[in-house]
């Protein structure tokens, strides 16, 4: 009974072809500009949903101080009063913090906040001022408020 050997691979036929690679590459390519760009607009939608989330968070926080004290705070005081108390009397019926802390909004920027409002004349303003970093703008640059 005679035994058949294998004989090896030439080294010629184990490694892939420069067209084979080529080729590879060219799919990868096609498929990354296909699929990247519906993907660049969602980092602006992600960033927008969270200054909307933390407007509404802040928005919570300040109609809970309010209840507490009567009043919401002034523009001297700001949104600071969220996380610090008062000095004075008032600082006996001031319940919080009503936040942990005070991020500022995706863009890396503190929210805006007036009292008497311009949009909420009896209450008050409270936005982030966008992707622009500056009030107003349109579309993804617009500021992102409780109005």
Known sequence: ??????????????????????????????????????????????KI????????????????????????????????????PPTGDDKKSWRGPYVQQLRPDPWGLPYQYKRPGVHHPAGYDLWSRGADKADGGEGAAADIGNW
């Open 1 to 46: 009974m005679k035994l058949h050997s294998r004989s090896p691979r030439s080294p010629r036929s184990a490694a892939f072809t420069i067209i084979e690679i080529t080729v590879v590459v060219v799919i990868l390519a096609v498929l990354a500009v296909t699929i990247i760009p519906q993907f660049i607009g969602t980092t602006t939608d992600a």
């Open 49 to 84: 949903s969270a200054a909307k989330s933390h407007v509404a968070e802040m928005e919570s926080a300040l109609e809970r101080l309010y209840v507490h004290m009567d009043r919401y705070p002034t523009a001297d005081e700001g949104l600071k009063l969220l996380v610090e």
